[in-house]
């Protein structure tokens, strides 16, 4: 089948999604250098879109996840992670735990009847993506290169989805997993590798002063994640019947979309950071 009009062999939009992109990376680079409690701001409403999407999709297969209850922990997560200073990790993991606790309480008031089911799909939503979150805010809470290192991040990981888009559509033959995402393919796999182990090594010795060797091997560690994260939600959307989480981002599809990899990618890239730079 031959693409639409300004869309591509993948079926997206491609000048909408570059548009789209474009102004995403300007609004995060603006935030995280001008005033950062704004780029906390533009982190807690991308996830909370992402929660949302979530949340709506599990309730179309008749599982209730408290958005209220799930948006406000994630928020919690976050802001402590950044503003617990050294004992951020600490104050991360307390505001989980608690808002754990507050959601199995929230939920056993609603009835026995399907508790389990629902309280185990409120925890998924509490882990993904609003506990993996906050570790953007740990990134960002380094108190020297705290923007810095969140660029590396984020920079890298979007290398990942775009090198794979590439070589995917330019040289994609051998599928990698063709019962959960039949678009992708190991020679796409390979372009996300080599845009990732370039940017990162560039980024962390532009920007963190670090050897390229590191960078390198953060991009490499990143590619794994990040592909991973991708199949992972493939998983979560085929489990539950959608093509897309949403449509809030034109030639995108929804949040999620956007935010698998980058959730995905955040921990091991903020622990090689700590450990290497």
């Known amino acids: ?62 599982i209730n ?22 004992n951020g990790p600490a104050w991360l993991v307390g505001a989980f735990a608690m808002t754990v606790l507050v959601l199995m309480i929230w939920r056993m008031f609603q009835g026995t009847d399907g508790y389990v089911r629902d309280i185990s799909a409120t925890l998924l939503v509490t882990v993904y993506p609003s506990l993996l979150a906050g570790f953007v805010a740990l990134l960002l809470a380094n108190p020297d290169q705290g923007p810095d290192r969140v660029v590396v991040f984020v920079a890298t990981t979007v290398a990942s989805d775009i090198g794979g888009y590439f070589a995917g559509i330019l040289f994609g033959k051998h599928k990698m997993s063709p019962k959960i995402s039949p678009k992708k393919t190991w020679e796409g796999f390979a372009g996300s590798a080599l845009a990732c182990m370039a940017v990162g090594g560039w980024l962390v010795a532009w920007l963190l002063g670090g050897a390229v060797w590191k960078g390198v091997l953060i991009g490499a560690v990143a590619v794994v994640f990040a592909t991973l994260g991708d199949l992972v939600e493939s998983v979560i959307k085929r489990d ?5 989480m949403g449509s809030v981002l034109p030639g995108h599809g929804g949040m999620m979309d956007r935010l698998d990899s980058l959730v995905a990618t955040l921990i091991p890239i903020w622990a090689l950071l700590t450990l290497l730079v």
């Open 65 to 86: 996840v408290p958005v209220v209850p799930v948006l406000a922990g994630m928020a919690i997560m976050i802001c402590g992670a950044y503003w617990g200073g050294r």
């Open 1 to 62: 089948m031959e693409p639409a009009a300004g869309g591509s062999r993948t079926g997206r939009n491609l000048p909408v999604a570059i548009a789209v992109g474009a102004g995403l990376g300007a609004v995060i680079i603006a935030s995280l250098y001008l005033v950062e409690w704004l780029f906390l701001a533009v982190v807690i409403a991308a996830v909370g879109i992402g929660v949302t999407e979530l949340v709506k999709s599990f309730a179309a297969r008749d």
């Open 240 to 244: 539950l019947g959608v093509k897309d």
